[in-house]
């Protein structure tokens, strides 16, 4: 679990757990200064590839990949309009986080 938020606002939170490539635990919320929010979480997802790790949503486009690489857990956002308000999928990043501490931006 960690939050995270940088100079301009941009922010949000995350509550992650994978063990053995299959998702156990995950709700994302990134705020966009001044476009919107958006919000993922598990029940609205279907684990759909282990490598890299895949979470698909049923009827969507939207796709949530995961996957470590040099000590850092990188979740990436894919054509996930409906989870976001005010058109701001646009401006959606990855989170990053680093492996060793938890700590994500």
């Known amino acids: 679990r960690c939050e995270f938020k940088d100079e301009t ?22 705020d ?3 476009r919107g929010t958006c ?4 029940k609205e997802f279907r684990q759909a590839g282990t490598a890299p790790v895949a979470l698909k949503k049923d009827r969507s486009a939207c796709a949530v990949r995961l996957w470590e690489q040099e000590g850092r857990v990188t979740v ?7 989870q976001c308000s005010n ?12 492996a060793g501490t938890g700590q994500c931006s």
């Not at 299959?22 to 990134?30: N, S």
């Not at 919000?39 to 598990?42: A, K, N």
């Open 76 to 82: 990436s956002f894919l054509d996930c309009r409906s």
């Open 9 to 30: 606002g941009y922010g949000g939170s995350l509550d992650l757990h994978v063990a053995e490539s299959q998702v156990q635990r995950f709700e994302a919320r990134v």
């Open 87 to 98: 058109g701001s999928a646009d401006y959606l990043w990855p989170i990053l986080v680093d």
């Open 32 to 34: 966009i200064p001044n």
């Open 39 to 42: 919000r993922f979480d598990l």
